[in-house]
C-alpha cells in the first residue's frame, strides 16, 4: 500500500521506541532477483517534514496598494518607475484638475464665510450681553455660525481627500492662492510594481496610475489537502526550495472552507526574514516542519514511501540480512514528497527493500498462516 492512501492526521503520533519483530523472511539470492526486489539504505533525517506542497509567494493585502486620480484630470507628470522604491509622503505623479480647483475655491469660500459669521457671532454675543439685541437674534446668529464652521470642515476634508496635506491646507489658507497643480504621493514606503497610466493621460476620478507595495512583508500560500490538514498547526516552521534562509517562514492562519475544485485549504505563512530572497508571484516548494526537534539519541529515517506497507493498525519494513529480510514494525512520523519519516533501529548501513514491496509481502503474510 502506497503513501498516497495513508491519511496523514493518522500517522503524526506521539513517537514511541519500537521493537524489533522477530519474524524473518528467507530467501536466496536468486529469489530475489527474480521477484524483482530492490534494495537502498535510507537516510537518516534532521528534521521531521508534516508535509511538503506547492506555494505562491503573494502580497498580503495590507502591503498592496492603488494609487489613483483623486480627481478627473490631465497627468501632468511622472516621477518614479516600476521597479523604484518610494517612501511614504513621496510625490510620484502630478495633476491638472479644474476640479481640484474648484474644491480649492469653495473652500476659501467656506473659509471666509466663516470668519464673517463668527465675527458676527463675537459681536451679536457683545451686544446681548448689553441687552441691545433679543435672545432670539442671538441664536440665529450662533446658527448661521455653526453652519459655517460646519461646511468649512467638510470642505477641509474634501481637500485631504484630494491629497492635499496638512501643511499645503494651512498655506493655501494663509496665502488665499489656489494650487494649479495636485501633487500625489505614496501611501506607505514600498516598491513601485506597475504602472497604469502615461503623461499627458486626461484620467477620470480614481483612475488607477500606480500599484506599489511594501515587500518587506510577504507571505506563502501552501495549498494544503484536507486530509493532510490536521498534521499542520500555526506557528510551525516553513522550508523553501528556493529561499537562502533555511526556514523564512511561519505559518501564521489555516483556512476553514475547503476549495472545491482541488479539495484543499489555503493555509498561509509569514516570510519573516528580510534576506529570503523570494519575489511576488513565484512559485515555491514548500516543506512545512514540525515543531517538534530531532534528538542526538533518537533513530529517525527518511524513506520512500513505497518501502512501508500496512498489516492492520500498523506499519511494517523489510530490512536485508544475511538470509533475506526482517519484519519490522515501525513508527511513520511525517511525509514529505513521497517519503516518510519512521522512527526505526536500523545501523547506517542498513538496508530496506524498496521495490518488491508486495511480494515480500505476500511472502511473510503465507508464512504467517502456515505458522498458524
Known sequence: MTYKSL???SLLVAIVWQT?????????PNEITNLGIEVATPTR???????????RVVIPPMADAIVSAP???LLAGLHVSVGDEVAQGQVIARLQSSEFLSLQREFLDALNTN???RNEYERDQQLFDEGIISNRRLQETTTRSRIAATSLNEHRQLLQIAGLSEGDIRLLETEQKLIQVLDIRAPLDSVILDRMASVGERLDAMAPIYRLADLSSLSLEINVQQENLAAVQPGMSVAVADSPVEYPAQVTTIGRSIDPATQSVMVRALLGDADHG???GQFVSARIVSERGIAPTESIWLVPAVAVTRSGESYFVFVRTANGFDVREVQVVGAAAGSLYLVLD???DGQLAVSGVSALKALWSAETESES
Open 7 to 9: 491519511s496523514l492526521a
Open 346 to 348: 536500523i545501523g547506517a
Open 278 to 280: 523570494l519575489k511576488p
Open 71 to 73: 480627481q478627473a484630470g
Open 45 to 55: 533525517a534532521s528534521e521531521v517534514a508534516v508535509l511538503e506542497a506547492t506555494a
Open 20 to 28: 524489533s519483530s522477530a519474524e524473518e523472511i528467507t530467501i536466496s
Open 115 to 117: 470668519l464673517l459669521t
